[in-house]
């Protein structure tokens, strides 16, 4: 089982710093996520390191280039990254997670019970019922990572996007350039290159 002083040291390429309470909340996920892989497809990593830098660190990156405030929708969240892992370091952050599978959605419950999360609510919606509703939320966060489509995906978000708000992508650098043009009403960032990845990024982008 992995310590404080561990994780620290497999954050540490992230440069970010997590108190000891973030850390002890991340390690009660980290068991939930690893045990409950076991019975349910959660996740193809099942080294606890790589877990930590893989999913937690990615996520985590973000507080680099964006401020983690307001509201956030996590669309396809899966094991929760990145929405439910940004919790950890943002707890302030009201969070959506949209996620469809069942299953999935019982474990994103059981970590936010054992990890005492509030204001955090899982959703078992598609985007397009989601973002149909008569009154629907906006946003200064949409995050995406690991969900196919992105080109036909972000479209669809825009309409939930406050005006000052931040699509956050986690894609492969080759991704870049197709989901720029398909999106020319995104004023896109330069790509975050994400450490220990030769060729994955973060983009972000907001509405012109």
Known sequence: MLDRAIV???????CVCLSAEAIDKLL????????????????AIESAEECVTRHFGESFLLSKVIGLS???LDIGTGAGFPGLA??????DLDVILLEPVAKKRAFLKEVARACGMKRLEVVGSRLDEFASAEEPQH????TIRAVGG?????PKATRLLKP????????????????KGANPDVRWND???????????ILTGSIL
Do not use: M
């Not at 620290?8 to 992230?14: E, Q, T, Y």
């Open 86 to 91: 940004i919790k950890l370091i943002a707890p």
């Open 70 to 72: 307001g509201n956030l």
């Open 164 to 179: 000052e708000g931040h699509f956050c992508l986690w894609l492969g650098r080759q991704q870049v350039g197709a989901i």
């Open 150 to 154: 992105l080109e036909l995906l972000i």
């Open 28 to 43: 009660v996920y980290l068991d939930l996520l690893l045990r409950w892989n076991q019975k349910i497809n959660l996740t």
């Open 191 to 201: 790509p975050l290159p994400i450490p220990l990845s030769q060729d994955r990024c």
């Open 8 to 14: 620290r040291d497999l954050l540490a390429p992230f």
């Open 139 to 142: 946003f200064n966060l949409i």
